[in-house]
Each structure stands twice: as structure tokens, then as C-alpha cells.
């Protein structure tokens, strides 16, 4: 396997979060979204999708979601799962690690230089030249309506439709 494989599957790790960051793990049938982030980088393209708790995002080889790009920090940036209403969570990003030592160059959300930012539906994140990540959170519903089944088919009875014409 790959590295860029294994990256997507990050392992848990026990970790020390701050206060208020602590959240139940949720069943991931019973859950209402999904959250997806979609990184670029030196390796190309991968979906990585998030349930965690917390993420380190990095150059490291100990990070969860490893960025293969020599203008990345060592541990760039964190993600934080936040507990919301009737076991919906979002993600909040931090610049650095959780002991509060800040990435060499930043992170870039939509275009902005932030530290902390709480995570939208499609947010960019551009951690340096050439690497970046799409953030999305999908519903219930928005999950369903993909593309469709090629088995799912409708049956005509011939004797329905009205010939236009003669011969056809």
C-alpha cells in the first residue's frame, strides 16, 4: 500500500483535546451528514473521509492525514470535530498543533489568512504552493441523489404508446 493509501485511512490515536472538543463517537449509520475532505498535493488527488475527533494534517509521517508537498509544515495544520444539536458535529481547522506551535507559512481558508476557522461546505483550504483541500459536508439527502443506478429501470407497456405514424 501506498502512501498516499494509507493516509486515507487515519488510525486513532489517543490524544489530548481541550475542554468542549471532547464529543460521544457517533454510529456512522445513525449519522445525519457526511464529511469529506478532498486533498491535492504532490501525490495527486484522494477523499478522505472524516469522523474522528481530531486530525493532524502534516508533512509528519505520524500524521493522520499526511500532505506529501516540501513547502507543508511538519504538523501544518489540526482538525477538531465539534459535538452540535441531535448528533450532528462540524470541523473546526487550527493552524499548527494542539500544543499551539503555529505552521511555518499559515493556512489560506477561502482565500484568507486565518488561524481557526470553522469549516463550511465547500471551504478552501491552501496550505502551500500546489497543496490544497476542498472541505464538504453532505446531508442525508444530498447523499442520496448521486448517479443513478443502471439497474434501476422503467418498463414501457407497448400497448400504452399512442403510433404517431404508420410504418414507425
Do not use: C
Request: no cysteine; charged share 30%; glycine share 8%.
Amino acid at each position: 500500500m501506498s502512501k498516499a493509501e494509507t493516509s486515507q485511512f487515519p488510525q486513532s490515536k489517543a490524544k489530548s483535546l481541550p475542554t468542549g472538543f471532547r464529543g460521544k463517537p457517533s454510529n456512522p449509520s445513525e449519522l445525519e451528514e457526511t464529511h469529506l475532505l478532498i486533498v491535492e498535493d504532490d501525490e495527486g488527488r484522494r477523499v478522505i473521509s472524516l469522523g474522528e475527533e481530531v486530525y493532524s494534517l502534516g508533512r509528519d509521517r505520524k500524521s493522520d492525514i499526511r500532505l506529501f508537498s516540501m513547502f507543508v509544515s511538519r504538523q501544518h495544520a489540526t482538525l477538531l470535530r465539534q459535538e452540535e444539536k441531535q448528533g450532528s458535529y462540524q470541523y473546526q481547522i487550527i493552524d499548527g498543533n494542539l500544543q499551539g506551535q503555529l505552521s511555518a507559512n499559515g493556512i489560506l481558508i477561502n482565500g484568507r489568512k486565518l488561524q481557526t476557522h470553522q469549516l463550511k461546505d465547500e471551504d478552501e483550504i491552501i496550505f502551500g504552493a500546489g497543496v490544497s483541500a476542498r472541505y464538504y459536508m453532505l446531508n442525508r439527502e444530498e447523499r442520496k441523489s448521486g448517479p443513478l443506478d443502471p439497474f434501476d429501470i422503467t418498463l414501457i407497456d407497448p400497448g400504452m404508446v399512442e403510433e404517431s405514424e404508420e410504418g414507425f
